[in-house]
């Protein structure tokens, strides 16, 4: 009897070994925050994995433009299925690499300042880039962009480097959309108070934290976080009245993906109201789509810019090189 029973018993840890190795692999690309201790990934992991009757997989890199320079790399031969944390000044690039596939997902009512049309990337959430401070430390930030760039005495900065990351790249797109032609002559005017460039948002900020620098590119939601989770109001992003460029974070199947079916199902999961509603206070950006509750107080109590400055990807595909190495001209002066 005790010899049936063991058998039985090792039949049927063979059997749940089998099971779980059976199961598909969904292996998602995606940044650090993304995944890290405070970020949605965990979160995400465990809903999704509830209902797909498969295994989530997360591989991460330090930011979006890491991130994509990563799949480039590996082109054809990559593991990703799934990418999420691209954005929309990448998506014009990403389009034309040819490493991404029709999403196929719905991507009616949502919650965007512009219309959403792309056939390639589905947006999960969104933002204002904003230069955040500290108001127990900077007791007058700057009124306005021009105020931050013209003042040789204003406040240090630290930015994100745009060939790595997402959001240097995005201020790169918002000084073009103010200074134009001579967004140059700003950056050689605002470059003695760039204390460093960072290769992506989380050592930027976490220098800021550290005291490194009076400001730091970040998002105007970023005190939501500091209100939310450390109930602290002493952090605030400086509203400008020239605008305040956006982001939208965006998703994409793998052209070569070995999950098309679960990466789709994978894609319109993150558009789901109990995903959306993770989104706020764990990646700490406006959901693409309001979640049924609402958004938490958190980010009822930040402002909003009064005006929003949105990209044109075309235009960042075509002119991106074109505005690192003026960007780089102007900071090596």
Request: proline content about 7%.
């Amino acid at each position: 009897m005790l010899k049936r029973l063991a058998a039985a018993f090792a039949l049927a840890l063979a059997a749940s070994g089998a099971a779980a190795e059976d199961k598909p692999v969904l292996t998602v690309y995606t940044y650090e925050s993304f995944v890290g201790d405070y970020g949605p990934g965990q979160a995400l992991k465990k809903v999704f994995e509830a209902t797909c009757g498969c295994t989530l997989a997360f591989a991460s890199a330090e930011d979006g433009g890491a991130l994509f320079a990563k799949l480039k790399l590996e082109g054809a031969s990559t593991r990703a299925d799934v990418v999420v944390g691209l954005d929309d000044n990448l998506m014009g690039e990403a389009e034309a690499s040819g490493l991404f596939a029709p999403h196929g997902v719905s991507t009616q009512g949502l919650s965007l300042p512009a219309p959403w049309t792309d056939k390639t990337f589905v947006p999960f959430d969104w933002g204002y880039f904003a230069f955040v401070y500290d108001a127990d430390k900077l007791k007058t930030p700057p009124a306005s962009l021009a105020d931050l760039v013209d003042d040789p005495k204003g406040p240090t900065i630290v930015i994100e480097d745009p060939r790595t990351s997402t959001p240097g790249l995005g201020l790169l797109a918002w000084m073009k959309a103010v200074y134009g032609d001579k967004a140059a002559e700003a950056w050689t005017k605002l470059k003695p108070r760039v204390v460093t460039v960072t290769k992506g948002w989380s050592e930027a900020y976490g220098l800021f934290l550290k005291g490194e620098a009076d400001m730091v590119l970040s998002y105007s939601t970023s005190p939501a976080y500091h209100i939310g989770a450390e109930k602290k109001f002493n952090y605030h992003a400086a509203m400008f009245p020239e605008g305040h460029a956006t982001q939208f974070e965006v998703a994409g199947l793998v052209a070569t993906s070995k999950q098309p079916e679960l990466g789709r199902r994978f894609l319109a999961f993150l558009l789901s109201d109990e995903a959306q509603a993770l989104l706020p206070e764990t990646n700490w950006m406006y959901p693409a789509r309001t979640p049924a509750a609402g958004l938490p107080e958190s980010f009822k109590a930040v402002p909003v810019p009064a005006k929003a400055l949105i990209s044109d990807p075309a235009r960042l595909a075509a002119d991106r090189r074109a505005w690192i190495d003026e960007w780089l001209a102007a900071m090596a002066k």
